[in-house]
């Protein structure tokens, strides 16, 4: 799901913005992030990637990319963790919009079309 929706926004950028600038992505995917990060030292594997439909095209508009795109990991669930005092957490910003953009896709996968 991850990789499909970092496609989706790259793909978005590109086509209908003609984004030209850098562009910064935070997932809480932090194995779509390092799959990413390593792609040119896997390539000759890439193939055997699971979904390897959305990974090959992700790899070519990732080579339109070049260097102008960053990925941080935002770490998730937060708002379901407790600190070292047994403290529910309290999520930043990035956290926050994280935690809403996964209660979204919950709600659309959960939609009775």
Avoid: C
Avoid at 47 to 58: A, E, M, S
Avoid at 88 to 95: A, D, F, M, S, W
Wanted: net charge positive; charged share 25%.
């Amino acid at each position: 799901m991850e990789a499909i929706a970092i496609l989706s926004v790259l793909h978005f950028f590109r086509s209908q913005l003609h984004w030209q600038g850098k562009l910064t992505i935070h997932t809480d995917s932090m194995s779509v992030k390092k799959t990413i990060e390593k792609k040119h030292k896997i390539h000759h594997t890439w193939i055997t990637q699971t979904d390897k439909d959305v990974w090959t095209i992700l790899l070519l508009e990732l080579k339109r990319w070049q260097n102008r795109l960053q990925l941080h990991h935002v770490e998730a669930h937060v708002d379901q963790k407790k600190d070292s005092n047994g403290n529910q957490r309290i999520p930043n910003l990035l956290q926050q919009q994280n935690i809403y953009a996964d209660k979204l896709a919950d709600d659309a996968y959960h939609m009775d079309l």
